[in-house]
């Protein structure tokens, strides 16, 4: 079921942007996509069952928008939040047959979405199933751009966004709906960050290249869980022999973070981390030996907290050739692995 509407609809609420300033911000982007994604879980193995896009130009004012349902080859998760049922996906293209529609949705435009990085990663690896490549190349978080206006909401809902601008939610959950609320409540927060002369929170974007795919874990309710549980790696045996120094060779315990997108699918990258006898680290202290980031100038937590402290920062493909000679604390040999994901 594709939905296409060239014509954009009215705009529902009170619109509280500011006069556009002249000139607009030359750095902001040329067009964005304002875009919403419901799935059938919020894990890595879940699929994309809805997705819609609003294009938005310059100035945030809406150009057209979009809807598919996308039959994600499996049960459909948590029917009482989304509503979408097995019956509902089963006649649904499948992602690899709307790819091309869509990439021409998002094509040369920011990707706009209400926790950006959930929304890109599951986009990500439909992509990567459909041996496709997408074509954004950044994102931005409108939670993000919340807190750098300083919007006094209670919380970072989609629904206390929408309430601060007066906009009206008809069906919570509902990529279409969920799309126009957002796109509604961008365009002022958009207009209010040009006349205070704030940055927009931009992120790059990285297709997958290598990636696994585990099967849907069985459970009650098709597996569902309500959050994203965190592994629990294998501890480290080796102390932190300290900070890495550029140009020599990665040292068996040393404390690794990694933040931001990469092409390497983000488990694998840790899997190898711990394999190669190194301690990945869920943030950044001083003790943390080495950031890995594709984008060392984000204002991500870990990359904000790295420079502050001095820990050094190399990229995803400089990391892999140091991954490939991780030595032993004495000085040579290869360490063995740091515990067994078996």
Known sequence: MLEDRTAAPPFIGRQSAPPPPTPWPEAYPRGYAVVDVETTGLARHDRVISAAVYRLDARGEVEDHWYTLVNPERDPGPVWIHGLTSADLADAPRFAEVAQELSARLAERVLVAHNAVFDWSMLAREYARAGAAPPVRQRLCTIALTKELGLPLPNHKLESLA???GVEQRRAHHALDDARVL???????LHLAASSGVALPLHQCRPLTEWHDAPAPAGPRGGYRPHRRSRRLPACPYPNPGRYRPGAPLVQGMRVAFSGDTSVDRELLEDRTVEAGLHVSGSVSRLTSLLV?????????????????????????????????VVAQSGGGTPPPCGDFG
């Open 183 to 189: 796109a509604e409540a961008f365009r002022p927060s």
């Open 163 to 165: 309430a601060h601008y």
């Open 293 to 325: 980031t594709n984008d060392p100038e984000a204002g991500t937590g870990k990359a904000v907290r790295a420079r502050t402290v001095g820990t050094p920062m190399v990229d995803e493909g400089a990391f892999l050739q140091l991954l490939g000679g």
